[in-house]
């Protein structure tokens, strides 16, 4: 996976955290993703277009409430809605920011975000993209995201010339 897809995620979760929930995010070294490890709670995104796969943002519960807290200004239970909305606002705000980082000229579109709640869920992604995993902490706990993306291969000009023919 190229580098310059990996570093956009980085500082956004920095810029987002220190930002939105005046929390600083220190960064671990990003590693390749290999077995699942279980969390409680996790934002996912996907991305289309020039690049396309998804972003997974996942937190154990105890951090996840700390979070959302601190972005709501104030206690949201776990079992709510309003609780869901903000994890999947948050991976919203990381993933546009780290799109408006990716390298100019990439045409990139992110998908509405699901929000899985449950003890101990993992989520599986496409088997044919590699995955890096970003551990971050903050002093509310560490959480990590995920990026699994690849660039879309370019599209043969003939076959693309024939297929607007097609359609003309």
Known sequence: MDPNFIKPFITSIQNVFSTMLQLPVSIKDPTIKTGQ??????????????????????????????????????????????????????????????????????????????????????????SDVPCIQIPCVTDCGDFVIEIAIKQRAAADPASTDAAATAKA
């Open 37 to 126: 490890q279980p969390f409680d709670v996790s934002g996912i995104i996907g991305m289309s277009g020039d690049v396309t796969g998804s972003v997974v943002l996942s937190f154990p519960r105890d951090c996840a409430e700390r979070v959302v807290a601190l972005f709501c200004g104030q206690q949201v239970a776990f079992e709510t809605a309003d609780f869901n909305d903000a994890i999947g606002e948050l991976v919203n705000m990381v993933s546009g920011n780290a799109k408006a980082l990716f390298p100019s000229g990439r045409k990139v579109s992110i998908s509405c975000p699901s929000v899985v709640v449950g003890a101990k869920h993992s989520v599986a992604r496409q």
